[in-house]
């Protein structure tokens, strides 16, 4: 049973570019959550999406978006890249409020 | 605003030397309480939930347990192989929906040294 699989695995953007980053559910879940990790902190919220709207969402800018598509999966795009952009981005899903289960991340970096 | 705080920033034990981590938190109504251990280059693997003050888990050598303000991951006899960053993260209660985020703590970092 594959769990929650994003790709790519690490990607490198200039400043100012734009970037999406692609995240497959585990199987069976419905929700999917996008989270950015910086070094050695914790995970923080971007938003989450259900039925291919978008549910909740953090304090992040516009420049990020997302999209859920009918077989669940997902995609986050990050528009005019910033270099505090640079970070670990995890992906988790779940079955409504079940506890999510994480995908590996892609490490973005932007110089 | 909800918050997480972790401590200590990080722990080095011997092989079998038991120790326990904090996770204080603040949260406008609790619905969960959430211990993730993360490996080097892995996103979180999920090890409990708690979701009332008195509840505990268990699972081999650790033990989450919660009370109104803090939770706590009690490791006993720990082996090199429980190295790891290890989350708390809360989930606040959103007016009946099943949608809410977790807000994370920065993490404690585990070494065991055998």
């Known amino acids: 049973d594959a769990g929650v699989t994003q790709s790519p695995t690490h990607l490198i953007k200039t400043r100012g570019q734009q970037v999406t980053l692609r995240c497959s559910p585990k199987?069976?879940?419905?929700?999917v959550s996008w989270y950015q990790q910086a070094l050695g902190q914790g995970p923080q919220f971007i938003f989450q999406?259900?039925?291919?709207?978008?549910?909740q969402r953090g304090n992040f800018p516009d420049r990020f978006s997302g999209h859920q598509f009918p077989n669940y999966s997902s995609e986050l795009n990050v528009n005019a890249l910033l270099l505090g952009d640079s970070a670990l981005y995890l992906c988790?899903?779940?079955?409504?409020?079940?506890?999510?289960?994480f995908g590996n991340g892609t490490r973005l970096t932007v110089t | 605003e909800d918050q997480v705080t972790q401590s200590p920033e990080a722990l080095r034990l011997q092989e079998g030397e038991s120790s326990s981590l904090n996770c204080s938190y603040t949260v406008s109504g609790l619905r969960g309480l959430f211990w993730y251990r993360q490996d080097p280059g892995k996103g979180p693997e999920f090890l409990f939930t708690l979701y009332s003050a008195g509840e505990e888990k268990e699972k081999e050598r650790l033990k989450a347990t919660l009370t109104k303000k803090e939770s706590f991951l009690h490791i006993t006899a720990p082996k090199p192989e429980d190295s790891a960053t290890y989350l708390c993260?809360?989930?606040?209660?959103?007016?009946?929906?099943?949608?809410?985020?977790?807000?994370f703590g920065q993490g404690t970092i585990l070494t065991v040294h055998p």
């Open positions: 199987s069976g879940h419905d929700t």
């Open positions: 999406y259900y039925e291919e709207e978008e549910r």
């Open positions: 988790a899903s779940s079955l409504r409020n079940a506890p999510l289960h």
């Open positions: 993260a809360v989930q606040a209660n959103a007016g009946g929906t099943s949608y809410g985020k977790l807000t």
